[in-house]
């Protein structure tokens, strides 16, 4: 659906263009960030055609679910999303920066105890100045960069670097920038493809046990291709005017897209015990029949 964009984009098939970003859109949320693609690439036409059927495919899901569960879905479910809360917030296998901060700031209980810090501020502050410092140079690149393809897999690139969780599916959106390194044939692209290389294989979870700042291998790997697919030249960058306001609008977003984080995980037992316990007590203090307990767990097994 995003090539079939393309191509018709490139075609000025502006509204079968609409047609094929919103499918992929309403697939998969991420591939929104090509909505800043076509409005810096001054394509209005595309633009307000995306959005009209993105709204369109939203909208017509209601004869079947109802308003209320779409105005959920927006209100409730996307917010949470764009943060990662919706499955362990804390998973590494995630690979991104939000991940990694969260890690870093946020204890839990049950699922971040050994945080090194506890700063929901620091969070929120990190957040914000890294989202928008990011989100300055990918604007730069689309501005200053007259190649339309170019700018079109940098944004797809992009939208790996700014998603809060970096599911192996998705990696599928690297494969025009791969394309287009292929399609421009300069001096070390083959470094840069073997970054790729990495980026799709390296096994994220055999780093889960390492200290934190070791456990986002692809995270890092991605922000290294990001600049270095990027032309970030001085005289290729917006006025530094816009990096201050693009870090404060993120901080703004951040702040009000962060919950409190209270730890609400507690653990059942006050104390660790082996796998297979079986003297448990109700509140009446009636000691449960162990045989009975040991011969329900071997059938569960």
């Given at each position: 659906m995003l090539?079939g964009?393309y191509?018709a984009?490139?075609r000025?098939?502006n509204a079968?263009?609409?047609f094929?970003?919103?499918i992929?859109?309403?697939?998969?949320?991420?591939?929104?960030?090509?909505?800043?693609?076509l409005?810096?690439?001054?394509?209005y036409r595309a633009f307000f055609?995306?959005?009209l059927?993105?709204?369109?495919?939203?909208?017509?899901?209601?004869?079947?679910?109802?308003?209320?569960f779409?105005v959920?879905?927006?209100?409730d479910?996307l917010?949470?999303?764009?943060?990662?809360?919706i499955?362990n917030?804390?998973a590494?296998?995630y690979?991104?920066?939000?991940?990694?901060l969260?890690?870093?700031f946020?204890p839990?209980?049950?699922?971040?105890p050994?945080a090194p810090f506890?700063s929901?501020?620091?969070?929120?502050?990190?957040?914000g100045?890294?989202?928008?410092?990011?989100?300055?140079f990918?604007?730069?690149?689309?501005?200053?960069n007259e190649?339309?393809?170019?700018t079109f897999?940098?944004?797809?690139?992009?939208?790996s670097?700014?998603?809060a969780?970096?599911?192996?599916?998705?990696?599928l959106f690297?494969?025009?920038?791969?394309?287009?390194l292929?399609?421009?044939?300069?001096?070390?692209?083959?470094?840069?493809?073997?970054?790729?290389?990495?980026v799709?294989?390296?096994?994220v979870l055999a780093?889960s046990s390492?200290?934190?700042?070791f456990?986002?291998?692809?995270?890092?790997?991605?922000?290294?291709?990001f600049?270095l697919?990027?032309?970030?030249?001085?005289?290729?960058l917006?006025?530094?005017r816009w990096?201050?306001?693009?870090v404060i609008?993120f901080?703004?977003?951040s702040?009000i897209?962060s919950?409190?984080?209270?730890s609400?995980?507690?653990?059942?037992?006050?104390?660790?015990v082996s796998?297979?316990?079986?003297?448990y007590?109700d509140?009446k203090s009636t000691?449960?029949?162990?045989?009975?307990?040991?011969i329900?767990?071997a059938?569960f097994?």
């Amino acid at each position: 659906m995003l090539i079939g964009g393309y191509l018709a984009e490139t075609r000025n098939k502006n509204a079968a263009a609409g047609f094929y970003y919103a499918i992929a859109i309403a697939l998969k949320i991420s591939p929104a960030i090509l909505l800043v693609y076509l409005v810096a690439r001054k394509n209005y036409r595309a633009f307000f055609s995306t959005l009209l059927f993105t709204a369109s495919f939203f909208l017509s899901a209601t004869i079947f679910t109802g308003m209320d569960f779409l105005v959920k879905y927006c209100c409730d479910f996307l917010p949470r999303m764009s943060v990662n809360e919706i499955n362990n917030p804390f998973a590494s296998s995630y690979q991104s920066v939000t991940v990694l901060l969260r890690t870093l700031f946020i204890p839990d209980a049950l699922l971040n105890p050994g945080a090194p810090f506890n700063s929901l501020m620091s969070f929120i502050f990190f957040g914000g100045l890294i989202t928008g410092i990011l989100f300055f140079f990918f604007i730069s690149h689309l501005l200053k960069n007259e190649d339309s393809f170019t700018t079109f897999s940098f944004s797809l690139l992009a939208a790996s670097v700014f998603t809060a969780y970096t599911s192996v599916h998705s990696l599928l959106f690297l494969l025009p920038a791969c394309i287009n390194l292929i399609r421009l044939k300069k001096a070390g692209n083959m470094a840069i493809m073997l970054l790729f290389f990495l980026v799709c294989t390296t096994p994220v979870l055999a780093f889960s046990s390492l200290p934190v700042l070791f456990r986002f291998p692809r995270l890092f790997l991605l922000l290294v291709l990001f600049f270095l697919s990027g032309d970030f030249g001085k005289k290729n960058l917006i006025g530094l005017r816009w990096l201050f306001m693009s870090v404060i609008f993120f901080l703004g977003i951040s702040l009000i897209s962060s919950p409190s984080f209270e730890s609400r995980s507690e653990y059942l037992l006050p104390a660790e015990v082996s796998l297979l316990t079986y003297d448990y007590e109700d509140r009446k203090s009636t000691r449960l029949n162990s045989s009975h307990t040991v011969i329900s767990y071997a059938v569960f097994c």
